[in-house]
């Protein structure tokens, strides 16, 4: 019970909180910036490449439901769809992509992703 109300008191402001630390793609909690070494990308400076190797389409996003930054292992991984698939190659993306959408507190999946 104390848990819940307590969720009801914060919840939006908590989950306005939470969404940009966690990737776009793949849902993970995004890491620290490292010293002289990026963790995490802009969406909307790779939308092409999402596109192509996860089929996301970022131009519709709403910044109150979908983060704006991805991870380096989802980074990665689209260098590497990309590459294959410019080579002709048949190559399975590793990463299944999250899916953000609108939704109630009672179905919040980004309390549960920590």
Same mark, same amino acid.
């Given at each position: 019970?104390? *848990? %819940?109300?307590?969720?009801?008191? @914060?919840?939006? $402001?908590?989950?306005?909180?939470? !969404?940009?630390?966690?990737?776009? !793609?793949? *849902?993970? +909690?995004?890491?620290?910036?490292?010293?002289?070494?990026r963790t995490s990308y802009v969406c909307k400076t790779f939308s092409a490449e999402l =596109?192509?190797?996860? $089929? @996301? $389409? %970022?131009?519709? $996003? #709403?910044?109150? %439901?979908?983060?704006?930054?991805?991870?380096?292992?989802? =980074?990665?991984?689209?260098? +590497? %769809?990309?590459?294959a698939i410019t080579q002709g190659v048949h190559h399975k993306c590793i990463v299944m992509?999250?899916?953000?959408? =609108?939704?109630? #507190?009672?179905?919040? =999946?980004? +309390?549960?992703?920590?």
């Amino acid at each position: 019970m104390y *848990g %819940t109300a307590l969720y009801m008191i @914060i919840g939006m $402001d908590y989950y306005n909180k939470q !969404v940009p630390l966690h990737c776009r !793609v793949c *849902g993970q +909690r995004l890491s620290k910036y490292r010293a002289k070494k990026r963790t995490s990308y802009v969406c909307k400076t790779f939308s092409a490449e999402l =596109k192509i190797a996860f $089929d @996301i $389409d %970022t131009s519709g $996003d #709403d910044v109150n %439901t979908h983060p704006e930054m991805f991870c380096m292992k989802c =980074k990665l991984s689209m260098e +590497r %769809t990309i590459c294959a698939i410019t080579q002709g190659v048949h190559h399975k993306c590793i990463v299944m992509p999250f899916e953000w959408q =609108k939704h109630t #507190d009672e179905e919040c =999946k980004v +309390r549960g992703i920590h």
